[in-house]
């Protein structure tokens, strides 16, 4: 299948460079008439992030969707995971997500939700492509059946009720200080007050967007300013999420960062004790720290691995019954409540058990010791230079190298023109030597 608009996470790319107005109106043109099944009104929920670019790209696709005849519910800036629940909650043939979730702002991107709430399938994505390599015109529809596009203002509340249920029944937050970081992005008005209503006492940080400045020096990518906020207030923990907010990362009261491989681990062995599991296992990828599986071994779990990007931990979560999984990057999938990852509901989960247990979340996120794990990135301008001989060589090196105790991976990344180098293994000199070998010859390959 041609992935000629389609990533690892839907449209993505430079605002106004690769996502135009005009291919706005075309991927909404192109996914309305896709998404068109029977007679009645078809309707689709569009929700954003903060980015300036926004404003664009939606109004764009509102004239594209309400041009073939779907009626528009314009959100407004709200969280990834909350578009996908609205989209099923609101009885919608189609959900979009604009924005390009932990990039800077000059870049966004368009997220797209069957009427099921999850992302669309390699299947479906393919149909929309060509479509949109077609001719439209013949599918626009009468002036009397054009759609019609209104903003919904109910939509916080909706989404914060929903945040709230995913805790056992009369469990408050009380006592817990807590600073969250919305990264100027699409929670900065969510998080804070689903926190608040739970009882904590909220310290919230990146919650001033201004369109430009999500994701800059905040947020889950960028963690030192929650970390120094943690410290500074003596806060008992520190929550982190992206631009829009479908992946978290966890700051303890030390001020040490608790990443989505460690939150896995708290979960699994919380829901392995509730018995809350669907399977006897998680599903990672291939980016999870070895450590997490042999922690997971250890309780008698499972850990499948993956493709990089968390539509392939859910596609497999789904063909196999499992309802935790996730990236060690903090997309964290709890299939009970969510149809993608939910950084908000998976830092709820996490502070149930913290409550549960009355430990400091320095001790109850620290399940295991990870194994050393470096990851280095080289850049490309074109071609493949994995498939150059050299490096082929140096590949089947590392592995060697690395032998049994230790992984090797190497990736393209499915949003920019990088490779990237990742290995881990017991011992670190090693790691270090298998990654640099590695990447000596990407680099020379890629020149």
């Known amino acids: 299948m041609t992935r000629k608009y389609f990533g690892t996470d839907g449209i993505r790319g430079r605002a106004n460079g690769v996502i135009t107005p005009d291919l706005a109106m075309k991927v909404g043109q192109a996914t309305g008439i896709a998404f068109q099944r029977g007679d009645h009104r078809h309707r689709v929920v569009i929700g954003k992030d903060t980015r300036l670019s926004g404003y664009m790209i ?26 996908a629940m609205l989209t099923r909650s609101m009885r919608a043939d189609l959900g979009v997500m604009i924005s390009a979730s932990h990039n800077p702002y000059e870049d966004n991107g368009i997220k797209l939700f069957g009427p099921d709430g999850y992302k669309l399938s390699d299947e479906v994505e393919a149909k929309i492509t060509s479509l949109l390599d077609s001719d439209l015109s013949a599918h626009l529809s009468s002036s009397a059946n054009l759609g019609r596009a209104k903003r919904i203002d109910s939509v916080h509340a909706r989404y914060i009720e ?53 994701n800059k020096d905040v947020g889950s990518t960028h963690p030192e300013a929650l970390i120094q906020k943690v410290r500074e207030l003596r806060a008992d923990i520190g929550i982190a999420l992206d631009g829009d907010a479908d992946r978290v990362l966890i ?54 691995r993956t493709a990089v990007g968390d539509r392939y931990v859910l596609e497999h979560m789904r063909a196999n019954g499992f309802n935790l999984g996730g990236e060690q990057s903090g997309h964290i999938i709890l299939s009970d409540y969510a149809t993608t990852g939910d950084g908000l509901v998976a830092a709820l989960q996490l502070l149930a058990v913290v409550k549960r247990l009355d430990k400091p979340v320095s001790e109850v996120c620290h399940c295991f010791e990870p194994l050393p794990q470096i990851l280095k990135n080289v850049r490309y301008k074109q071609g493949q230079p994995l498939t ?25 990344s499915g949003t920019e023109p990088v490779i990237r180098v990742m290995a881990e293994g017991d011992d670190r000199d090693l790691v270090l030597r298998a990654v640099d070998d590695v990447v000596d010859a990407v680099t020379k390959a890629a020149a």
């Open 58 to 83: 939606e109004y764009a696709m509102v004239a594209g969707f309400t041009s073939v005849g779907m009626d528009v519910m314009l959100l407004g800036p709200m969280p990834t995971p909350a578009v």
């Open 162 to 214: 929903f945040a709230k249920r995913t805790l056992p029944r009369n469990m408050s937050l009380e006592g817990l200080r807590i600073v969250v970081d919305c990264a100027n992005g699409a929670a900065y008005k969510v998080a804070p007050e689903a926190l608040w209503e739970l009882g904590a006492e909220v310290i919230a940080i990146g919650v001033d967007p201004d369109g430009f400045n999500i």
């Open 251 to 304: 700051v303890d009261e030390q001020g040490q960062v608790v990443d989505g491989d460690q939150l896995m681990a708290v979960i699994a062995r919380s829901w392995l004790e509730d018995g809350r599991l669907a399977q006897p296992g998680i599903v990672a990828t291939i980016m999870s720290n070895l450590g997490l599986e042999r922690y997971l071994a250890g309780l008698g779990l499972s850990m499948a």
């Open 388 to 412: 150059a001989k050299p490096v082929v060589t140096a590949i089947e090196a590392a592995r060697v190298l690395l032998g049994d105790s230790g992984r090797l991976v190497i990736r393209p």
